[in-house]
């Protein structure tokens, strides 16, 4: 359990890799531009 178990956090932080231990995390819009996008003025 440490940086070479892919299982583990420590591990997919090493290797640069996600799943279900290590969730992307989705980006957060301003609230701006989900109005803008929501009324359709988005270029």
């Known amino acids: ?3 070479g ?3 583990t956090k420590r591990g ?3 290797r ?3 799943g279900n231990t ?3 995390k ?3 819009r301003k ?3 989900a109005a ?3 009324k359709g003025e988005a270029s």
């Open 12 to 14: 997919k932080i090493f």
């Open 22 to 24: 290590r969730p992307k």
């Open 16 to 18: 640069g890799t996600y």
């Open 36 to 38: 803008k996008r929501a």
């Open 31 to 33: 609230a701006a531009d």
């Open 1 to 3: 359990m440490g940086k």
């Open 26 to 28: 989705k980006k957060k």
């Open 5 to 7: 178990d892919r299982r």
